[in-house]
């Protein structure tokens, strides 16, 4: 009985960032379908204010696991490092990139959406979530509660000095910084509309 009364407890100290959730948030399942904000499992979810829905991480292994990274690759310009990245299925890992994630969830439908893409930084700028705790993750934990310490890939690209970087930011202490393309990330898939 102890256990579940602590559980309970831990769970009522999430509840500040639940009015934000209730107010903003609307979770679905991974076929697409609406997902009480008090209940669970969720796979997706859509930010009202900006209509942009945003995957949501696992600790499942398999590919949406959270700690999966991937390297930037576009097959259509050959930017970038194919298959720089290590994802895992199972027990197996192999390599990967941002293409092959992409076109694998747009594949399966997930959350019933077919058109998902690497945010810009202005879109994933706006999951910074202020009201946390000083130490604690910049985002709302209730709703994205497997987000890494790491690094997170945009899709915003520049040369400097005739290379090309891209923009990353993490949700930690807030960083944003250019990196050379083979740089190594994390990955938060969004779909809608682009800014």
Not at 71 to 82: A, H, N, R, S
Request: net charge positive; aromatic share 12%.
């Amino acid at each position: 009985m102890k256990p579940l009364i602590l559980l309970l407890g831990m769970l009522l100290l999430l509840l500040p960032s639940t009015g934000q959730a209730k107010s903003q948030w609307q979770k679905h399942d991974k076929s697409g379908g609406p997902v009480a904000i008090h209940m669970g499992p969720w796979s997706c979810a859509t930010d009202r204010k900006t209509g942009l829905t945003w995957e949501v991480k696992s600790w499942h292994e398999n590919s949406h696991y959270y700690k999966a990274t991937y390297t930037f690759y576009d097959p259509k310009t050959k930017l970038g490092v194919k298959d720089g990245g290590s994802c895992q299925q199972g027990q197996e890992w192999y390599p990967c990139d941002v293409s092959d994630y992409i076109a694998k969830i747009n594949q399966q439908a997930y959350c019933g959406i077919t058109d998902w893409r690497l945010p810009t930084l202005r879109e994933l700028n706006s999951l910074i979530y202020q009201k946390n705790i000083e130490g604690k993750l910049l985002i709302n934990r209730y709703i994205f509660p497997r987000t890494t310490r790491a690094i997170y890939m945009t899709a915003d690209k520049v040369q400097i000095e005739g290379v090309w970087h891209i923009t990353m930011m993490d949700f930690w202490r807030y960083r944003i910084d250019k990196r050379k393309l083979d740089v190594v990330a994390n990955v938060r898939l969004v779909s809608g509309l682009r800014d």
